[in-house]
């Protein structure tokens, strides 16, 4: 179901206090999505809207595909939020898009990251929605296995592939680190 080809009708699912922050859509035919970051816990609802099968006339006049990126106060639509006399509520989200990364494993305000292994190699990617400077660094479990300087901006994406040799075991993890070299995102597969 992670794969929206793979809908065979519309599809629309809530997700109650997303924990990890973030929530987003990614296709992998255009290598193109959009993330929403968020803090952990709140807002209370994520929602996924996929028409899939269903006519494209019904929502545009081009052909096009189209999918919905959703949050709110409450865990779903049918869930009601009050608000008494003068009461007020608010949160703050950062929306940014996402190109050329080949997938989405994890994000946050500072960037979005793929990690992946097939084979024994190991793919990794990272986009920004700012300048950004600091490195990646790449871990079989305790071993640092891979390290790259960085220096990118919004519309560029870091690209970097690890073989793993037969005898390093361990799970792969990919940390960016900022200039003072304090971890500002990490991804695991």
């Known amino acids: 179901m992670s794969v929206y080809g793979n ?8 997700v109650p206090n997303v924990a990890h922050g973030f929530t ?3 296709d992998p035919v255009v290598d193109r999505g959009v993330v929403r970051v968020f803090n952990p816990g709140w807002p209370a609802g994520t929602k996924i809207f996929g028409p899939a099968t269903l006519p494209p006339s019904l929502w ?3 052909g096009s595909g189209y999918v919905e990126l959703w949050s709110g106060a409450t865990s779903s639509f049918w869930a009601d939020a009050t608000l008494g006399p003068g009461e007020t509520f608010s ?27 097939e084979g024994g190699v ?8 700012t300048a950004f400077t600091g ?21 560029q994406v870091f690209r970097g ?8 075991g361990g799970a792969a993890v990919l940390r960016l680190l900022g200039q ?8 695991r597969p």
């Open 7 to 14: 809908w065979t009708g519309y599809l629309g699912f809530f």
């Open 24 to 26: 987003g859509v990614y």
């Open 60 to 62: 545009t006049d081009d």
């Open 91 to 117: 949160w703050t989200e950062q929306w940014y898009p996402l190109s050329g990364l080949g997938g989405l494993s994890y994000a946050n305000r500072v960037a979005a990251l793929r990690l992946v292994e």
């Open 122 to 129: 190991v793919e990794v990617a990272v986009g920004v929605p």
């Open 135 to 155: 490195r990646a660094q790449l871990f079989a479990g305790d071993n640092l296995v891979g390290e790259w300087p960085l220096t990118i901006v919004p519309g």
């Open 161 to 168: 592939t690890w073989s793993r040799p037969a005898d390093n």
């Open 180 to 187: 003072d070299g304090a971890v500002v995102a990490e991804a």
